[in-house]
């Protein structure tokens, strides 16, 4: 069992019944549903079917909703796509007209006035390069530097120009809306500049609400205010792909290590994603660079690492899962070697106690050696800040509540399981005990920490530690040596 979760994005590859199935017991922890394709009702389906196979498998596998942004796309294109070569011209006109070679339309005719003469434009994730050398009232001309394809739906980045856009567009307040009242685990906001903009989200959230937000840091803008968005979301995410249209490529690498740091202060689960296995859309194998990149993430302290088109268009979805389960295996056996555990600064998370019994645990688990941690949690803020102090030992986080269980699928190392609590503790260890031999994690006699709270009933409350010899409730107890 990999302490990495593993993030596979659903589309028309994986979204049936059996492709779901195959992908869960290939080791899928929270699926994606990309609303920058397809429609709601599309999306409505696949999330149903999802929840359904989950129940099936008793699996606490999440759902994560990942809204599309304010992205700018190409519009559609005569057959599909046509390639253009350096020095040709390319008008993107104000009015939405079908694409053919020389001229396009986009999916936000506004841009022709916030782009300037010598503003670079890109095109597929920057694979094609162009440049404004002419702007008019009713299309920009452009010359093109980089060539390639231009194709239908493509997105379009303007790292020089300063456009004038709202995080949330109608569709994805709607959207949002949807996925919020469905009961979504998880809803990813694209594109976030600042913590304001997940301010908004938040603030459109019903009554009641405790969707977790993931920030996808995709944006020069979102750089230079990092540290107010990770304060202000509940996961953060490396989206790799744009960041790297909109910053110099070369930064990637270090950017994508300074984030992974500061969630890992700040005690937030970190996700890294895009291109990671990317030869793997058409191929049954990963390249060794992929394999590296992979591994590196999670040296970095990534606790998710995510799939895009591999799983979604991909050729093959499950190998793919697979090759990521096996590089994330390798890579945690090394952790576990080295035998390190890590820190988050306390002043950072808000909840002094909580973190302190997480740390606490950590040194406790490592002194003795312990098999495993048990802990309760009503919400899951003890098991998201100790799955950051990276134990290296598997973590089982106990909830009666199903939601709090499938958010704990995020969270590195983390195995979440239902279960009620009793209120004396005789019979809560004695629970542990049964609930521990039947899943085949552990055995009679192997010695656990279990961090519960005194108040049942009262999030936050976490406060106590117990070292405890896992014993058969029906036979004999053991006894320390």
Known sequence: MNQTKIIATIGPATDSEEALTSLLDAGVDIFRQNFSHGTLEQHAEVFQRIRKICQKKSSHAAIMVDLCGP??????????????????????????????????????????????????ILIDDGSVLTRVVEKHETHLRCICEVGGH?????????????????????????????????????????????????????????????????????????????????????????????????????????????????????????????????????????????????????????????????????????????????????????????????????????????TAVAHSTAMLANELNAKLVVLWTQVGNTARLLSKCRLNRPIVGLSPDQAVCRRMSMFFGVVPVQMERKPRTLDMINDVDTMLLQKNLAEVGDLIVVVAGTRLEQAGSTNALLIHLVSDPQGHSPAFT
């Open 150 to 354: 231009i194709a239908t739906r493509k997105g379009l980045n303007f790292p020089d120009s300063n456009l004038v856009m709202s995080a949330l567009t109608e569709d994805d307040k709607i959207n949002a809306t949807w996925a919020f009242t469905n009961g979504a685990d998880y809803v990813a906001m694209s594109f976030v500049r600042s913590a304001a903009d997940l301010r908004e989200l938040r603030d459109m959230m019903p009554l009641n609400c405790e969707c977790p937000l993931v920030a996808k840091i995709e944006t020069s803008h979102a750089i230079q205010h990092l540290d107010g968005i990770i304060e202000a979301s509940d996961v953060v995410l490396v989206a790799r792909g744009d960041l790297g249209v909109e910053m110099d490529l070369a930064q990637v690498p270090i950017l994508q290590k300074d984030i992974l740091r500061r969630c890992q202060l700040a005690g937030k689960p970190a996700i890294t994603a895009t291109q990671m296995l990317q030869s793997m859309v058409n191929q049954p194998t990963a390249t060794r660079a992929e394999v590296s990149d992979v591994a590196n993430a999670i040296l970095d302290h990534s606790d998710c690492v995510m799939l895009s088109a591999e799983t979604s268009v991909g050729k093959f979805p499950i190998e793919s899962i697979k090759m990521m389960s096996r590089i994330a295996k390798q890579t945690e056996t090394l952790l576990k070697q080295k035998g390190e555990t890590a820190r988050v600064n306390a002043a950072s998370t808000l909840r002094l106690v909580t």
């Open 71 to 120: 992205k700018i796309r190409v519009d559609e294109v005569e057959g599909g796509s046509f390639p253009i070569k350096v020095g040709d011209h390319l008008d993107i006109l104000a009015e939405h007209v079908k694409g053919t070679p020389g001229r396009i339309s986009t999916n936000r005719p506004a841009l022709i006035k916030e782009v300037s003469e010598g503003n670079r």
